[in-house]
């Protein structure tokens, strides 16, 4: 009898809140961020066909690593795949790293990688992912669904009586021992349905710690968590930004003041000035110790002139240079003065 209702539909094995079958894919018409792509009988003959042929066991990676050029580690592999009612079904043998993480629901929902011919329908699958965030539309949430609790109570009512029957499991239920089968389920759904409120009352609790630290009012939905967290993001890429800014012009100042230094010194010409700007940027410490070894140069407006000597002609140089030119000394003294009038 018991094998008769757990039949009415896809029986999801999970021991200690860890799924041991998976719906990785769902059949009909799916639609996903990536387009839309159908699953139908013929698809999933092509699906089982392509993963009996190639007789490997598929991958379930972390957030789709496997299909990115780094190092991705499995998080577990499926040995088998069959048809169910409402999806390709896997079985899955995970790792203990990943069956910590759904044992906490940490990771909550699943991701195929599937390859889809011209015509749309999908012919075999590449890979799975536990993510939170699945491409396709309405995804099956695992451990999460009213079928899989139900086989979690007939798997525990099997476990502690094989041989029970329907009267014993009504009985268990509250139920008079000539209840139906249709009554039984309902009874069962109540339990589950019940489970499933107590899970979302801790997570409300949970939530409503996570709700206090963002500042935010009891009743906020989910959408209003998520633009908090983004806009808090944003924020520190702005600050981020504004100290960056800052870093800049506290060097800029600083290198031209030691520029400005160097000029004054005269261990530069003002030829260098741009050179010297972009190594004091670059090498704050190489260009002061640069700067302290060169050698000085004579800075503009320090040249020591002396003044000059009274006299037309005190050393005779003037002389010299008339008698090399031919002009005589009373030429000179006849037209030198009336060229300056």
């Avoid at 007789?55 to 990115?68: A, G, P, R, S």
């Avoid at 749309?120 to 699945?134: D, K």
């Avoid at 633009?227 to 800049?248: N, S």
């Amino acid at each position: 009898m018991i094998e008769q209702i757990a039949m009415t539909a896809d029986h999801i094995e999970v021991r200690d809140g860890v799924p041991e079958e998976i719906k990785i894919l769902p059949l009909g018409r799916v639609e996903s961020k990536k387009g839309t792509f159908l699953v139908d009988d013929l698809s999933a003959e092509m699906i089982l066909r392509e993963f009996k042929d190639r007789k490997l066991d598929l991958v379930v990676d972390y957030e789709h690593q496997t299909m990115l050029n780094v190092q991705a580690p499995a998080g577990g592999w499926i040995r088998e795949l069959r048809k169910g009612e409402d999806a390709i079904i896997a079985k899955v043998e995970w790792t203990d790293k990943a069956a910590e993480y759904l044992k906490n629901k940490e990771y909550r929902y699943l991701s195929p990688v599937v390859k889809v011919r011209k015509d749309g329908r999908v012919t075999a699958i590449h890979s799975v992912a536990l993510t939170n965030v699945p491409a396709i539309n309405g995804m099956f949430a695992m451990c999460a669904d009213n079928d899989g609790t139900l086989d979690e109570l007939f798997n525990e009512i099997e476990k502690e009586d094989k041989d029970m029957d329907l009267k014993e499991i009504a009985r268990l239920l509250g139920l008079p021992e000539d209840a139906t089968e249709e009554q039984v389920r309902t009874a069962l759904a109540g339990v589950a349905a019940k489970m499933k409120e107590g899970s979302a009352e801790q997570e409300v609790v949970a939530n409503s710690t996570i709700l206090g630290l963002l500042e935010l009012p009891d009743e906020a939905r989910t959408e209003d968590v998520t633009a908090k967290i983004m806009a808090l993001k944003a924020g520190d890429a702005t600050l981020a930004q504004r100290v960056q800014d800052l870093e800049g012009q506290i060097k800029g100042k600083a290198a031209d003041d030691a520029v400005a230094a160097a000029l004054k010194d005269g261990k530069i010409a003002a030829a260098q000035k741009e050179w010297a700007r972009s190594y004091a940027l670059k090498d704050p410490e190489g260009f002061k110790a640069f700067v302290e070894q060169a050698p000085a140069m004579v800075p503009q407006g320090r040249m020591a002139l002396k003044d000059a000597p009274e006299g037309k002609d005190p050393d005779g140089n003037q002389k010299l240079i008339l008698k090399n030119l031919g002009i005589s000394d009373e030429d000179f003294e006849k037209y030198a003065d009336k060229e300056g009038e």
